[in-house]
């Protein structure tokens, strides 16, 4: 497991644990006391690799018995052009992990139901996904997509927005694999803009502006610079350069699982100004 886990950083994966909505393994299943790969019925049990990069954004199925099955993914390959017989295309990832904050389980089990009854995502439940103070949270594959405060109306209603071109920016946290500060300025520049448009907006950076002082965190000084770039309709384009700067909020009780007020770093646009 620890090999796994540390294959997986090296390469820039993210590992997330994920079952059919419902799905309940009992504890005489196949596997389950000796660890390999497969369900009650002892059918192999299945991986899928997402590639949520600009242009590829495609995921790879495949299938596994054995954990040294897992072991031998190459991560770090690029997959290939032609994935679509692999399985899945558009999958919907809601966070239940009531380990990690109960929240998530509560809030998102619901989620979870709503879409898979009124949509045509493939919907997984999934561990952890990050952000559980915005439970319910939730994932859009390929893309990578991120969307939290949901419950089951809204749930529905952002994956029909998204199949339709459009972020509902009530609901938006952004692109899985993007730094913090490129997801604020992307968000600056939409409010900005007033355009939610899927692929509206591409982003390049950040570059930070300032030295730090020793020993201080890099979302806590800046300011940071990103460029981005507006398509406003095809063949339309205007670059501008959107300057942020990391401030602590007050404490707060983010979350279920929190006991004691904690703070966070938010970014805020402190210049917005197109480029020649």
């Known amino acids: 497991m620890e090999a796994g886990v540390a294959g997986a950083a090296a390469s820039g994966t993210n590992v997330l644990l994920i079952r059919r909505h419902g799905r309940h393994r009992p504890a005489a299943s196949a596997g389950a006391e000796t660890g390999t790969g497969a369900d009650a019925e002892g059918r192999p049990m299945a991986w899928a690799i997402a590639d949520t990069s600009p242009g590829v954004e495609r995921v790879l199925w495949g299938s596994w018995r054995e954990p040294a099955d897992l072991l031998r993914l190459d991560l770090a390959a690029p997959l290939p052009p032609a994935v679509d017989g692999t399985g899945p295309q558009r999958l919907a990832l809601v966070c239940t992990n009531g380990k990690r904050d109960q929240c998530c389980a509560l809030r998102g089990r619901p989620v979870a139901g709503a879409i898979a009854a009124a949509t045509d995502w493939d919907t997984w439940e999934c561990s ?33 927005r998204f199949d339709a071109g459009h972020l509902v920016r009530s609901h938006y946290r952004g692109r899985c694999g993007q730094p913090e500060q490129v997801q604020a300025a992307l968000h600056a520049a939409a409010v900005r803009l ?83």
């Open 194 to 276: 007033g355009d939610f448009r899927r692929g509206a907006l591409q982003a390049s950076g950040p570059r930070l502006l300032a030295d730090q002082a020793d020993g201080e965190a890099p979302g806590d000084a800046g300011p940071w610079e990103v460029e981005v770039v507006h398509r406003a309709r095809p063949g339309e384009e205007a670059a501008y350069r959107v300057v942020l700067a990391g401030m602590k909020t007050a404490p707060a009780f983010l979350s279920c699982a929190d006991d004691v007020p904690k703070a966070e770093t938010h970014y805020k646009a402190v210049a917005f100004n197109r480029l020649p």
């Open 128 to 160: 952890h996904l990050g952000g559980h103070r915005f439970a319910a949270t939730m994932m859009l594959l390929p893309t990578g997509d991120m969307f939290g405060w949901l419950d089951q109306e809204s749930a529905v209603e952002v994956t029909r």
